[in-house]
């Protein structure tokens, strides 16, 4: 019997061959929570990574999403950010969950993401150094610790914390998408310049909302001459 | 946190990271540092009485108190707040101060950028209030307690019924002395107005009053009439996300879970529906009662259903109890009806309801007086809605616990806008509706327990001019449950003289 991380309810896992040898990673959610969860499946957009399913035929351009299309229109920002991919749809469930994580500080449940997230994304983490999105000093002592970073730890044992973030500004989900992409200047920095030069460089953040905390962090790095920077989060 | 550690006149004294000047001091993790003693007292500083009134018989983290750290730090120095460990070791493993969680599964632990050690152990169960880590110290006031000054007058002007009245100068008596009493009372006694006058006269002896209940929902219900009624008294609600935390109060009204903050608070503790989830399934919670009380408190429970244990404890003369037997109308409760309805469950399976169900909705819908369906599971709950709402002429919604809608449904079947409401064991307390008839579809099922069906029981017949509301059972074969519930409701009646 083990314990679902997050509602804490009791649950008996179900009976398999390959779970009885012990093939099976444990699940670490259960039944009814991880029923929850949507994976991101069928056509996405092929920048962001956002299931097409799930917004209105009149945002779709091709294999694009208008908000893709919007970025890539402006000089400044094309063909920074290569491509995002993202493992869940940020639903009510995947909410509640990542407040969890972030507001109340449990970082635990972070544990019950990693199998899935390290399965799926081995083909991205083998190949570029993941940079996880970093917080700011004070905004990382309040909480104790970075869940882009843990979530990255997850995936690979080779973390490389290449940047830093400046400003201590207000949090990015109480702002609209106007104010993010008027955003002048930009909040991070590179600490280590020689270790990025012609590097494929894979950032890991726990959402992706509209793309620009992304970007701004591709940015610096394409800037300081980074070849190819591509993203994962955990939802979208 | 870490923290600067050295002797000071003979006394371990600390300073966190933060206010420490010399960057050379060697910096310790909270969590490594030994079990820290009160500094001495210094009875001529100037302490802060806003931090006292927050602080005062409770535990805190630093992120709770809206002050800033060298102030609380200051008092520390002066002997005015302690710093007690957050989470620590013991015998058998982990322990919360906080909720006293003891289970190895609600411990984790994650890289600390707060201590920088690399397993800061934190407790999972409570994390909702913030969470307590090895690292975090848990604050207490130490320095001299909050003196009531206000005038405590209850100028409720209501006449308590015979039976009411009974429980209420028994509670009267025992309260300024220590130990338990249960006040056992079907439902629509009316529990409130039997606590009024020994609330009156623990305030006026100056003590600490705590009710605590299992719901939020009671909490809001109760505050408004409690501050009615004693207009003049500091009344604060605990909740998960009230405002009135920082009230120095005198009556504090608090969901179980929000007195995991309480240390050593109380002298009157009034526990409503002492048998309700998760209150008797949850040890912390029972845990959380009485450290939030003080050694020589009175206790009182309260509860239209006691726990077997309780019942015992009655019989065995170990638990001082007084019952109330008759509804403050003076009219016995509703003794259900039991009514065949063959087997329900492969009926819903084949799209139908039970006839006999079927033609009890009907005759419901034409007397035009409002039902509560209440239902085993909330798979079924959709199905019985939906095949009343295609055969029978009739408002009908459902709900249930994870219902965002679940407040303004209860409005309006309350309102009368809703004449069917389909629910499960959610509601089963606490909500009064006047002209009411119950009825429990599939009454076998085993999650429906003594307890439960007593309480369903309960809804109906609540108001002086409906007192004689309907309450059907129906089933696929009689369940013990079943059969207790109704023997309870009879025994009462006949204990109340019917």
Known sequence: ?236 | MRFVSYFLNDYLTVVPETLVGNPELKLVPFGELPELESQPLNSSYDYDEKLQQILYGKMLLFDELHIPLEIIHEHYENGFVMYNKGVKKNKYGWQCNRCNNEKDHLFASFSCFRCKSEKCVYCRNCIMMGRVSMCTPLLSWTGPEVEQIEENQLVWEGELSAGQKTASDRFVEQVGKSGELLIWAVCGAGKTEVLFHGIEKALKLGLRVCIATPRTDVVLELAPRLKKAFPTTLIASYYGGSDERETPAQLVLSTTHQLYRFKQAFNLMIVDEVDAFPYSYDKTLQHAVSTSTRTDALRLYLSATPSRKMKKEVTQNKLPCVKIPIRFHGFPLPVPKIVWSGEWKKRLEKGKLPPAFLRWVKSQAASERRAMIFVPSVTIIDHVTQFIRKQVEVTVDSVHAEDPLRKEKVVRFRQGDIQLLVTTTILERGVTVPFLDVAIFGTDHEVFSESALVQMAGRAGRSKNDHDGQVLFFHYGKSLSMLSAIKHIREMNKEAGF
């Open chain 1, 1 to 236: 019997m083990s314990y679902c991380l997050f509602c804490h309810q009791s649950y008996s896992e179900t009976w398999s061959w390959a779970a009885l040898f012990g093939l099976n990673a444990e699940p670490l959610l259960c039944q009814s929570c991880s029923a929850k969860l949507e994976l991101i499946k069928g056509e996405i957009c092929r920048i962001c990574g956002r299931s097409f399913s799930l917004f209105p035929e009149q945002y779709r351009q091709g294999d694009f999403c208008y908000d893709c299309i919007r970025w890539e229109e402006d000089e400044e920002w094309t063909g920074v950010l290569q491509q995002n991919r993202s493992l869940y749809v940020y639903n009510d469930f995947l909410k509640e969950v990542i407040a969890k994580i972030k507001y109340r500080g449990d970082a635990e449940l972070f544990k019950a993401f990693s199998p899935v997230m390290t399965s799926t994304f081995k083909s991205f983490t083998r190949s570029a150094l993941l940079v996880p999105i970093p917080l700011s000093e004070e905004r990382q002592y309040e909480r104790g610790f970075n869940q882009a970073e843990i979530f990255a730890q997850s995936l690979t044992r080779n973390v490389y914390p290449l940047l830093k973030r400046v400003t201590h500004e207000e949090k990015q989900s109480k702002k609209t998408r106007k104010d993010r992409m008027a955003k002048k200047n930009n909040p991070f920095l590179i600490t280590d310049e020689d270790s990025i030069k012609n590097k494929s460089i894979l950032l890991i953040d726990d959402v992706y909302t509209t793309g620009s905390t992304l970007r701004y962090a591709a940015k610096v790095l394409k800037d300081a001459g980074a070849d190819q920077i591509s993203s994962i989060t955990l939802a979208r």
